[in-house]
C-alpha cells in the first residue's frame, strides 16, 4: 500500500511537470522585459582615472541608466535608495561607474574584511560575455573598498576561487557612495565577433534594510541568474585579448617540534626553501592553459576535525589554489553532491604505500605526494563549447628507515603517477540545454612492494540537461562507468574494501573472485523537475551505484551497490507579510535497494525556513525512518537492521547586520528501543566591535549513544561472530576565527580549532539475527562470566567452558586535536601577494576515563605543538 501511495505521489508530480501547469491559486508572475544598455567607445582624447570620482569629461560620453528594482525582500518594488550605472570600453578595459544614493550617508556600512568577503553596503556588476545564459564573470566592491569576484557556471553556481586582475576604488559623499571600475578584458573570455552583445546584471545590497536591488528585474523566484540577466550591447571592433601572465613564488618555511631521544628524523626542526612558477598563457581569446612547476599547494585553513567509526572515508573540501580554480569545469557529481569523477584531492594524495616492517626502528615518511607539474586547459567558445583538460604527474616518494641494526635504507611508498582528466560541454537549443561528456584515467608505475594498487583507473561519463517552458521545468540525466586494471591483489582488496564488501555474508549478488585482475561498473542519475517561476518547487528522480563501479583513484566514491529513488517538494512564500520577509516549507522522501533487491530503506522529512520582519531566522524540521538496513555496517557480515528512527532539530538566529549576532541550535534523534539516539547542541557568536574587526565563536557538543556500535569480528567454532558494544561517544569542537583588516589589501586572520572526540565502550554483546526487528532477538549480550577485561584485552568465553574462545583490545579510545593557523596577508599590488604564516597542531591520544576538562589540560596544554613558520612572496608579471 505504502508503495502504491508512492507512485500515485509520483505520477502527479510528473504529469504537473510534463503540462508546466500552476496551482489555479498560484500567484504568477508577469513577463519581465530584458533591458539592454549601450555602451560607447572611449574616445582617444578622453582618459579615466580610477579614483571614485567622476569628474572626467568622458562619463560625459554616455547617460546613466537606472530605475532599479528590487528583488528581496519585496519584489519587482521601487528600492529604497537608487542606482545608476555607466559603461565605456576601449581596446583594453571596461569602464564602469555606479553611483549609489544614500539618503543619509551616516548610514552607509563601511565594514572592511579581507578579499571576497564584502561585507556592508555593496554593489556586484556581472557579465555574461558569452550571452549563453549559463556562465557570467561578477565583480563586487564593499563601500569600504573590499574586493570580491567570482566566476558563475550552470546559470547559478558561483565560484569564488576565481581571483583576476582589476581596479576599483569607492568614495563616499553628500548624495550616499560610488564606484570606479577599470577591468582589463584579458581577465575575461569572450568571442572573435565585430559586434559583442553581452548579459549584463547590477546587483545593490542596501544594508540597513537588508535588501537587494538589481538593474535588470528577475522575479522572486527565478529559474537560474544569468539566464535573468539584460543585455548590453555597443561594443565593437574588440582585437583578441590573448593573456599572458606569469607568476614566480618563493617560500622558506621552518617546522618545530618535540625532540625524539634517538631519532635522527626527530631532531627538533626542519626548515625547507622552495621556489616554483605559475603560468597563464592564453591560447585564444576565450581558451586559457594554466601551467605550474613544482607548486606550493599550502592551505590557510586547515582541515576540520573529524572522526569515523564507520571505516568510510571522510570527505574533505579542496582549498588549493590550482585546483580550486575553474574546479567547475571539472566537476561531474552524478548521485549526491560528494560523489564524483573527479576529486582532486587525489592528487598530491598521501602516499599510501607504509615503511613499517620488522626491524625498523625509526620511519621518515613524507606527508604527500610530491607534484612535479600540473598543467590545465580550460575555457568556453563562442560556439557553446566548454572544454577543461587537466595532466598531472607526481614522482615516486620514499620513506627513509633505520632498522635495529642501524642501516639506513629507502622504502618505495608511493609509484611515479600520472593523472588526466578531459571534460566537454555543447550548448544547444537556444542555449536551453547541453550535453556533456568526461574521461579520467590514472596510471601507476607499479614496482617495489606497491602490488596492491591499481596500475590503470579509468572512468567516463555523460551528461545533459534540459529546460523549457521559460527554463522554469527541466530534465537531467548522466551515466557513469568505470574501470580499474591491476594485479590479483589489487582488485581483491578493492572486492574487500569498504566501498565494496563483496564478501558480504548472505549476498548472492556478490562475491570475491581471488582471480579477478580489473573490475568494471556504472551509475548515473536521472531527474526532472520544477526548479523556477511561481511559488512551488518539485523534482523526482533516481541514482544507482552499481556493486562494481570503482572511482576512488581520481575521483570519490563513498559506497556503491545502490539504487535510489527520492521526492522533494517545496512552497516558498516570498511575498512579505507584517511578520515575515521570507519563508518555505520542504518536503522530501526517499527510499533505496540494492542490486540483489533488498529494501533497505525509506525515509520521510519535513523542514520549515522562516527570516522575519526584524531579520531574526529559524530552520525547524523533523523526519521519520520507519525502515533502516545497512549493507555494510558488520563490515563483510549479514545485512543489518537498526530500529526505526525519529529525529528532529530547530535552529535560531538574530540579525547578522548588527554589530553582534547570534544563532544556536539542537538536534535530537532517537531509534525506538534505545538502539541509538543523537543530542548535538551548537551556538555560535559573531562581533564586529570595530569596522576593521570582527571576530566568530563556534561551539558543537555531541553525545550519539548506541548499543550495537561494531567493535570486531572473530572466529568461534568454524563461524564469524560479529561483537558489538554499547558506546557514549561524545565530541567537542571549538572554532575561533578573528578577522583584522588594516584596509582592503592588508589583513590578519587567525583560525583555531580544538576538537575532542572520547569513544567509550561497554555491554559488550554479539550478532544472532542481523535483521530480526525486535533488537533483543537481533543480538545478544555477554554476561559477566563469559567476558573479562585483563591487560587491555578483552577475554570470551562464550561457552563458558573456563577456555578463551577468542578476544579482541579494548575498543575505548580518546582523540584530541589542535590547529591554528595566523596569516598576514598583503596584496601589494593588484595580483602579488606577500604571506606571513605561523602554524600550529597537536594530535593525540587521551584518556577516556577523564573529562574534557582534563583532555584538555593534559593532551593539549601540556603537549609540545608542532610549530610552522612561513614567509611567501609571489609577483605577477603580465605580458
Do not use: C
Not at 562581533?687 to 550519539?704: C, F, G, I, K, R
Amino acid at each position: 500500500m505504502r508503495r502504491n501511495r508512492i507512485l500515485i505521489i509520483l505520477s502527479f508530480f510528473l504529469f504537473q511537470m510534463l503540462n508546466g501547469q500552476e496551482d489555479l491559486n498560484e500567484n504568477q508572475n508577469p513577463d519581465i522585459q530584458k533591458r539592454s544598455y549601450i555602451t560607447q567607445r572611449l574616445l582617444p582624447q578622453h582618459e579615466i582615472a580610477i579614483d571614485g570620482i567622476f569628474q572626467e569629461e568622458a562619463w560625459n560620453q554616455v547617460n546613466w541608466s537606472s530605475d532599479f528594482k528590487e528583488w528581496r525582500p519585496d519584489n519587482a518594488s521601487a528600492p529604497t535608495e537608487q542606482t545608476q550605472i555607466k559603461i565605456l570600453y576601449d581596446d583594453s578595459n571596461l569602464y564602469v561607474a555606479i553611483r549609489n544614493f544614500q539618503e543619509d550617508p551616516q548610514t552607509i556600512e563601511n565594514r572592511l574584511g579581507r578579499r571576497d568577503d564584502a561585507p556592508g553596503d555593496w554593489v556586484s556588476f556581472h557579465l555574461d560575455t558569452y550571452n549563453d545564459d549559463r556562465t557570467a564573470f561578477a565583480f563586487t566592491v564593499s563601500a569600504s573598498g573590499v574586493k570580491s569576484d567570482e566566476s558563475i557556471s550552470n546559470n547559478d553556481n558561483f565560484d569564488d576561487s576565481w581571483n583576476p586582475i582589476w581596479y576599483v576604488k569607492t568614495n563616499i559623499d553628500a548624495e550616499g557612495w560610488t564606484t570606479e571600475m577599470r577591468i582589463p578584458l584579458s581577465q575575461l573570455r569572450f568571442g572573435n565577433n565585430e559586434d559583442q552583445v553581452w548579459g549584463l546584471q547590477v546587483v545593490r545590497k542596501y544594508f540597513r534594510n537588508d535588501e537587494r536591488s538589481t538593474w535588470q528585474p528577475i522575479p522572486a523566484n527565478p529559474p537560474g541568474w544569468v539566464s535573468e540577466f539584460g543585455i548590453l550591447k555597443g561594443i565593437s571592433g574588440l582585437a583578441p585579448q590573448k593573456q599572458l601572465e606569469i607568476q614566480p613564488y618563493g617560500l622558506a618555511r621552518l617546522d618545530t617540534y618535540e625532540e625524539e631521544s634517538g631519532n635522527p628524523f626527530r631532531d627538533g626542526s626542519d626548515t625547507q626553501l622552495t621556489t616554483g612558477l605559475d603560468a597563464k598563457i592564453g591560447v585564444t581569446n576565450d581558451l586559457t592553459l594554466d601551467v605550474t612547476i613544482n607548486p606550493d599547494f599550502g592551505q590557510v585553513d586547515a582541515d576540520p576535525g573529524a572522526v569515523s567509526l564507520d571505516a568510510f572515508e571522510i570527505f574533505f573540501q579542496e582549498r588549493r589554489p590550482f585546483f580550486v580554480e575553474n574546479k567547475n569545469i571539472f566537476d561531474f557529481r552524478f548521485a549526491n553532491n560528494q560523489d564524483n569523477l573527479f576529486f582532486s584531492r587525489r592528487i598530491g594524495r598521501n602516499p599510501q604505500g607504509s615503511a613499517v616492517g620488522p626491524n625498523v626502528l625509526y620511519i621518515d615518511q613524507p606527508e604527500n605526494t610530491t607534484i612535479l607539474g600540473a598543467a590545465k586547459f580550460s575555457g568556453k567558445t563562442k560556439d557553446g563549447w566548454t572544454v577543461g583538460v587537466l595532466e598531472s604527474v607526481t614522482s615516486k616518494e620514499f620513506a627513509d628507515i633505520i632498522t635495529e641494526s642501524g642501516e639506513e635504507k629507502e622504502v618505495l611508498v608511493e609509484p611515479l603517477t600520472n593523472y588526466f582528466v578531459g571534460r566537454i560541454q555543447k550548448d544547444f537549443n537556444n542555449r536551453n540545454s547541453f550535453i556533456g561528456g568526461i574521461f579520467t584515467a590514472t596510471h601507476r608505475n607499479i614496482e617495489d612492494r606497491l602490488d596492491f594498487l591499481h596500475t590503470q583507473a579509468y572512468s567516463g561519463g555523460l551528461d545533459f540537461l534540459h529546460n523549457w517552458k521559460d527554463r522554469n521545468y527541466y530534465l537531467e540525466g548522466n551515466t557513469v562507468f568505470s574501470q580499474v586494471n591491476g594485479s590479483k591483489e589489487a582488485i581483491t582488496q578493492t572486492q574487500r574494501s569498504i566501498v565494496h564488501l563483496f564478501q558480504r555474508e548472505g549476498a548472492s549478488h556478490v562475491e570475491v573472485d581471488p582471480n579477478r585482475t580489473s573490475l568494471t561498473g556504472t551509475g548515473g542519475k536521472l531527474e526532472i523537475g520544477k526548479g523556477g517561476g511561481g511559488n512551488w518547487r518539485y523534482n523526482l528522480g533516481g541514482t544507482w551505484r552499481s556493486p562494481e563501479l570503482e572511482l576512488n583513484d581520481i575521483g570519490f566514491l563513498r559506497e556503491t551497490d545502490e539504487i535510489r529513488q527520492y521526492l522533494e517538494v517545496t512552497r516558498l512564500f516570498n511575498e512579505p507579510t507584517s511578520w515575515f520577509r521570507r519563508a518555505n516549507i520542504e518536503f522530501e522522501q526517499f527510499s533505496s535497494f540494492d542490486f540483489e533487491g533488498n529494501y533497505n530503506r525509506i525515509q520521510y522529512e519535513v523542514e520549515f525556513f522562516t527570516n522575519y520582519q526584524n531579520n531574526w531566522w529559524t530552520n525547524i524540521g523533523g523526519a521519520h525512518k520507519p525502515r533502516i538496513f545497512i549493507n555494510s555496517y558488520l563490515r563483510g557480515g549479514p545485512r543489518w537492521r537498526f530500529n526505526e528512527e525519529n529525529f528532529f532539530y530547530a535552529f535560531v538566529g538574530t540579525d547578522n547586520r548588527k554589530r553582534v549576532s547570534f544563532r544556536g541550535g539542537y538536534i535530537h534523534s532517537q531509534a525506538t528501543q534505545g538502539n541509538f539516539g543523537l543530542r548535538r547542541y551548537e551556538a555560535g557568536i559573531r562581533y564586529q566591535p570595530l569596522d576593521a574587526l570582527n571576530l566568530t565563536l563556534d561551539v558543537e557538543y555531541s553525545e550519539n549513544p548506541n548499543k550495537t556500535q561494531y567493535v570486531n569480528a572473530k572466529n568461534f567454532q568454524g563461524m564469524e561472530r560479529y561483537i558489538l558494544g554499547g558506546i557514549e561517544q561524545k565530541t567537542l569542537s571549538t572554532t575561533l576565527r578573528i578577522n583584522y583588516s588594516i584596509n582592503p589589501n592588508l589583513s590578519i586572520q587567525y583560525y583555531g580549532q580544538p576538537f575532542i572526540f572520547k569513544a567509550d565502550y561497554s555491554n559488550f554483546n554479539y550478532v544472532t539475527n542481523s535483521v530480526a526487528e525486535d533488537i533483543n532477538d537481533r543480538v545478544t549480550w555477554y554476561s559477566d562470566n563469559q567476558i573479562s577485561l585483563e591487560d587491555g584485552v578483552y577475554r570470551v568465553d562464550e561457552n563458558r567452558d573456563t577456555e578463551t574462545d577468542y578476544s579482541f583490545s579494548n575498543p575505548d579510545f580518546a582523540f584530541v586535536q589542535f590547529r591554528s593557523n595566523l596569516v598576514v596577508r598583503w596584496e601589494y599590488i593588484p595580483g602579488s601577494e606577500i604571506f606571513l604564516v605561523w602554524s600550529q597542531g597537536i594530535n593525540g591520544l587521551g584518556d577516556v576515563d577523564n573529562d574534557f576538562q582534563a583532555i584538555i589540560d593534559n593532551q593539549l596544554l601540556r603537549q609540545q605543538p608542532r610549530n610552522t613558520f612561513l614567509i611567501k612572496a609571489t609577483y605577477r608579471f603580465i605580458l
